[in-house]
């Protein structure tokens, strides 16, 4: 990657940074995905300023191509990223699908009494 490049990274990771620290600021964003989110342009944030990381990363790990082990990792961010929101989902549809049973049983106590 060139010096050019480098820079336009580290430029996109600190704006990326400032969005998510703007978002939990004003309440958008809650804290625990911002951890997720910081870290994320965190680590983009060092590949930009030592782009050496992961040449030597990929050399370590036997990849001949630096390149493949970003979208390697990338992928697997992005797997992580796709398990986690399932479970979120599945945690939400339990907790409303309780909610909308026990707002059932008060509007029929309501109905009831009224």
Do not use: C, N
């Not at 490049?5 to 600190?14: D, F, I, N, Q």
């Amino acid at each position: 990657m060139s010096g050019g490049a480098h820079v336009l990274v580290g430029l996109l990771a600190l704006g990326a940074l400032l969005v998510v620290v703007r978002l939990v600021r004003l309440q958008v964003l809650k804290a625990k995905y911002s951890i997720l989110w910081l870290t994320v342009g965190a680590a983009l944030a060092v590949a930009a300023a030592a782009p050496g990381v992961l040449d030597w990363a990929a050399e370590r790990l036997g990849i001949g191509y630096q390149p493949t082990l970003f979208l390697l990792l990338a992928i697997g961010f992005l797997l992580l990223l796709a398990m986690h929101f399932s479970y979120e989902l599945s945690r939400m549809e339990r907790r409303i699908r309780t909610l909308a049973e026990e707002l059932a049983l008060l509007r029929r106590d309501a109905e009831r009494k009224g």
